[in-house]
């Protein structure tokens, strides 16, 4: 998703009509808030319910501290080079790196659902099903 996102930023970045801006925005903005949906939704997952509301705010905090300090940078880029392409680079730059970096990440295979429909938990005692907890 990320990468799709990079392509799309440089393809805009050398657009140069605005034809080549009305075929390319669509894609740009899709590409830009696919990957939302999956985030808000993997937050409580990966926090836990207890800590969903804090993982929730600090996340959001961190998104409105790049949507203040991106623009800066964009004019800083543009005012030094006249480029819409160098500027949009730069602005692919962002999520290139957090590409790069999710290519370390390794998961572990979703356990397969039981026959009830929920999926296994992680064995310990807190999170035992009732029947499991009284034999701990």
Known sequence: MLGAFVVALLVFGTADSLTAFLWTA??????AYVYSPLMV?????????RLAGSAAGATN???QLGSTVVPVVLGIVFDATHSFFATFATLA?????????MLGVREDRAAPADAEGELPTSGTPGNLPPEASSQV
């Open 26 to 31: 669509p894609f740009l903005g899709v590409a």
């Open 41 to 49: 939704a993997l937050i409580p997952k990966l926090s836990g319910v």
């Open 61 to 63: 905090a961190f998104w």
């Open 93 to 101: 730059a962002g999520p290139l790196l957090g590409m790069v970096l």
